[in-house]
């Protein structure tokens, strides 16, 4: 099988968390909440620390935020959360980090735009401002481009260069390498500023797919600094979760990318902590990360009549949500087992000998019996009116012997 070889990078600390080539995939999320309102945006980062979002990025942009990030960020460490939290800056970053010493200290990684940071003679001084504070305060900075909020002046000045040439590109070419030209541009000024190459990180975020995984893939190429990866805009709910899957999916798979978040439109009654979920499923498909068992599950057929699969499928994945904060504190590698549940038996007994442990109910005219299978061999045939409680039984005795 092809093993995804990673791109050699410094090692950046984020406060405690290292990211960078000989490190998993980092997860970070952000609130949504006006930073001013302490209450809101504590509850709202607790949740997401609590899901397992190892970096949360809240919003700073005025004084009164500027003003709440210290005292919430000694709440939270009073309370026993340790995960760092980045702050986010635009527009008047450089002031308001000038004006608040405290809210420098306190943060453990800024976000700045380079294009969000002023215009002509403005920008590399505002810029070099907040790159300075960094360094002083012996902080990383994640240099975040963003095509929404792309330096035009870079833009324009490439647009100009590029209408000279005697076969120019289309309008997304040149975008695509203004991305690239404003990241690594940024970059060697935090450098020259004095910010070593583990203090930097880049991302280069696109709301286009394609775009998305021809910049970060470019990028990789001209440089060897830690990458954020990200699809911005990505939407809401199916749209947003299948895109951002795809972009991150493929950079992922090619050695690409250093820490990642999943940015999704909120929806009503979702919690914010969807986003770290959709993370934490996807670096477990592509086999980089383990956070819970995974159940291998029958789509179902023409010859599944019955929904007793469908049942237990669902009761599995609601016991497995439900136990794991117990079984990973007593059982170390519960993570990485693999259960099946499958519906006939066509598939049925092959899956479930692949999986830790597997059931295989019957399809529609087959005999009302149900082997289950533990690491290949059948150790049990289910009938009757409590399969489902039987089969969870079995899944907490094989828990108890594999990994106790």
Not at 89 to 109: P, Q, T
Not at 141 to 152: A, P
Not at 155 to 162: F, I, S, V
Not at 268 to 287: K, M, S
Request: glycine share 8%; net charge neutral; aromatic share 4%.
């Amino acid at each position: 099988m092809r093993q995804r070889q990673r791109r050699k990078t410094p090692t950046v600390m984020v406060g405690s968390v290292p990211m960078g080539a000989d490190y998993p995939v980092v997860i970070q999320s952000m609130t949504d909440t006006p930073t001013a309102d302490v209450d809101k945006t504590h509850a709202q980062t607790v949740s997401l620390i609590k899901a397992g979002s190892q970096l949360v990025r809240w919003t700073v942009n005025t004084n009164e935020a500027a003003r709440a990030v210290a005292p919430l960020i000694r709440r939270l460490r009073a309370e026993g959360h340790q995960t760092p939290i980045i702050g986010d800056f635009h527009f008047n970053g450089h002031l308001l980090l000038r004006e608040h010493s405290d809210c420098a200290e306190s943060l453990d990684k800024y976000r700045i735009n380079p294009g969000n940071v002023g215009r002509g003679d403005r920008h590399d001084a505002n810029f070099s401002d907040i790159l300075k504070i960094a360094r002083d305060n012996d902080k990383p900075v994640r240099i975040g481009v963003n095509w929404g909020s792309l330096d035009q002046d870079l833009l324009t000045t490439l647009m100009d260069e590029n209408a000279q040439r005697s076969d120019p590109k289309d309008f997304r070419e040149v975008t695509c390498e203004a991305m690239i030209q404003s990241a690594l541009s940024s970059a060697a000024l935090a450098e020259k500023v004095g910010l070593g190459p583990d203090k930097i990180i880049i991302s280069v975020k696109m709301s286009v797919l394609q775009d998305m995984v021809t910049v970060y893939s470019e990028l990789a190429g001209r440089c060897d600094y830690v990458l954020h990866l990200g699809l911005t805009e990505a939407g809401a709910d199916t749209q947003g979760i299948a895109a951002s899957a795809a972009a991150l999916g493929i950079l992922l798979q090619q050695g690409i990318g250093d820490t990642i978040r999943v940015s999704l439109t909120p929806q009503p009654d979702v919690p914010r902590t969807r986003e770290v979920d959709i993370c934490q499923h996807l670096l477990q498909a592509l086999g980089l990360r383990f956070f819970r068992p995974s159940v291998t599950s029958c789509p179902g057929c023409g010859r599944t009549s019955s929904h007793g699969f469908q049942i237990l499928a669902q009761k599995i994945n609601e016991h497995i949500e439900r136990r794991m904060p117990a079984w990973k504190k007593a059982y170390p590698g519960v993570e990485k087992m693999k259960v099946a549940v499958m519906g006939c038996v066509v598939n049925g007994p092959g899956e479930s000998k692949q999986a830790n442990i597997g059931i295989s109910l019957p399809g529609d005219a087959e005999e009302p019996k149900v082997p289950v299978y533990q690491d290949g061999k059948k150790v049990a045939m289910l009938q009757g009116d409590h399969i489902q409680e039987e089969f969870i039984a079995l899944v907490e005795q094989y828990i108890e012997r594999r990994y106790g």
